[in-house]
Every structure is written in C-alpha cells, then in structure tokens.
C-alpha cells in the first residue's frame, strides 16, 4: 500500500524558515518523479514544485522561486521543501504527492494528508 | 490565478447527471498535454479521479467520465449520489509556463 506522511508543518513567523519532510513507502521511491501540491485555508489546489526520480530536472511555481528548494533522498525513500523568507501568503496545507508519469503530463496518483504550515507574527 | 477555468459550483438531484468544464489555452490543454480530475471529499486529501483525459484508477465507479476536445475538458457524473458532495479540481501541464497547474475547483452539491 503506497503511504506517503508529511511532517515538519506549524507556526512560524514572516521571514523565518521551515523545512518539510515526506516518508513514502509502499512503492519503488526513485522510479518516480514527487511534488509538493498545497492548499490555502478555503482556497484551491496550487503546485508548489516537482523534482524527478534523480533529481535532474526540478521545477517552481514562480510564487516560490527562490525562496523554496525541493529535494530528495532516495536511500531514505524521503522528499523535502525547504522554504526560506516565508510570507503570510505560504499559510497553507502542504501535501506531498506521487507523480504518474502518463503519456502526455504527469497526474498525482496518491497523495499524502498534508502537513499546515501558518506564517504569522 | 489559475490558468485553468472551472465553474465554482454545479448541484443536481440524486440520480442526475452533472457536468464541471474545465476550460484551458492553447498552451496546456490545446497543446495536447493530458487533463487529470481530482475529488477532495470535504477535510481530506484530493484523490485521484480521472487521469489521462478519460481513465479511471482501479475503485472508482464508471459514473464518473472525463473528455477532452481543444482546449476544454469536462468531468461528467451520471447517477449522482450524496457521497459525490466534494470539490474536484481539473489539472494539466502548461508549457509556456512550464509549469503544473490546476482549474479553479467546482463544488458539486447534491439537492
């Protein structure tokens, strides 16, 4: 059974930093290519950043370019998102997903249940 | 701001058919990349609904059904129930932006 369980969310304060972790199990980690994917309060899906199997090819949406990095580990079936300068706008569910490669674009086939990430003073 | 445009909100009797359009641009949908369809039930984390324009994983019913002509999709749901009550997000991948993006999410409420 794929399980994917995000950690490192909470409380932080504008311009501080935060890293977020992802543990997968139940599938081989360094075939496929994992994402970041988050959710404000009330508010719909937004892409955060992609990386893939080997991490030669990582991506950002631009409202975190610059201040996130994505990266991997697959000996410790484990994906990360450091986020740097973070801004009251960040405050959102954080979900880890795994990417289905498909025929023309990727689709996120299992996803984990997220991990909330509030930037406040 | 999404690049893709969603009806913020379809309803329908129990037992009808509903339709979310997800409508895109010449560099995501109508440049040929793949539309996905996502149900978030209300507290938990989106699913996967429909991939590859018109597949469904093992475990979701044939009621729901995706199509894709130019730069449109649509999710259509036949025989609907209250357990369809959710949000669902349509997704491709835009290369002028190269990035993945998602539609502006349709809430679906059974009357």
């Known amino acids: 059974e794929v399980q994917l369980v995000e950690s490192g969310g909470g409380l932080v304060q504008p311009g501080r930093s935060l890293r977020l972790s992802c543990a997968a199990s139940?599938?081989?980690?360094?075939?496929?290519?994992m994402h970041w994917v988050r959710q404000a309060p009330g508010k719909g899906l937004e892409w955060v950043s992609g990386?893939?199997?080997?991490?030669?090819?990582?991506g950002y949406a631009d409202s975190v370019k610059g201040r996130f990095t994505i990266s991997r580990d697959n000996a410790k079936n484990s994906l990360y998102l450091q986020m740097n300068s973070l801004r009251a706008e960040d405050t959102a569910l954080f979900y880890c997903?795994?990417?289905?490669?498909?025929?023309?674009?990727?689709?996120?086939?299992?996803w984990g249940q997220g991990t909330l990430v509030t930037v406040s003073s | 701001q999404s690049v893709l445009t969603q009806p913020p909100s379809v309803s329908g009797a129990p037992g009808q058919r509903v339709t979310i359009s997800c409508t895109g641009s010449?560099?995501?949908?109508?440049?040929?990349?793949?539309v996905h369809w996502y149900q978030q039930l209300p507290g938990t984390a989106p699913k996967l609904l429909i991939y590859?324009?018109?597949n469904r994983p093992s475990g979701v019913p044939d009621r729901f059904s995706g199509s894709k002509s130019g730069t449109s999709a649509s999710l259509a749901i036949t025989g609907l129930q209250a357990e369809d009550e959710a949000d669902y997000y349509c997704?491709?991948?835009?290369?002028?932006?190269?990035?993945?993006?998602f539609g502006t999410g349709t809430k679906v409420t059974v009357l």
């Open positions: 997903a795994k990417a289905d490669p498909g025929s023309s674009g990727s689709s996120f086939d299992y």
């Open positions: 139940g599938f081989t980690f360094d075939d496929y290519a």
């Open positions: 990386v893939s199997w080997n991490s030669g090819n990582i």
């Open positions: 010449s560099s995501n949908i109508g440049a040929g990349y793949d």
């Open positions: 590859g324009n018109n």
């Open positions: 997704q491709s991948y835009d290369s002028s932006l190269s990035v993945y993006v």
